[in-house]
């Protein structure tokens, strides 16, 4: 599970962490918009933080083979999930 803090700024602004826990702790990514930081809280529901952060990392500066293998992928691990529980 993943929450959403909105972190005030000194010059004024907001910034959004988004809060999970991996490997047992606690950790964060800071995100300069609430959207951006719902897309990445939906991913860590979705796919676990360690995975999110992958996909986060990859684009931010990935090639299209790297977008390709992780759709791939994460395709590859829903249908067998899907197939596995009937």
Known sequence: MASIREV???DGGVT????????????S??????????KFQ???EQVGP????????????ATIKDVR???REELERYFRH???TG
């Open 8 to 10: 005030p700024r000194k």
């Open 16 to 27: 959004f962490q988004v809060l999970y826990r991996i490997d047992g702790r606690q950790s």
């Open 29 to 38: 990514l800071t995100l300069g918009d609430r959207t951006s930081a719902e």
């Open 42 to 44: 939906a991913l860590v």
């Open 50 to 61: 360690g995975r999110a952060l992958e996909i986060h990392d990859a684009g931010r500066s």
């Open 69 to 71: 293998r992780i759709i």
């Open 82 to 84: 899907r197939d596995e």
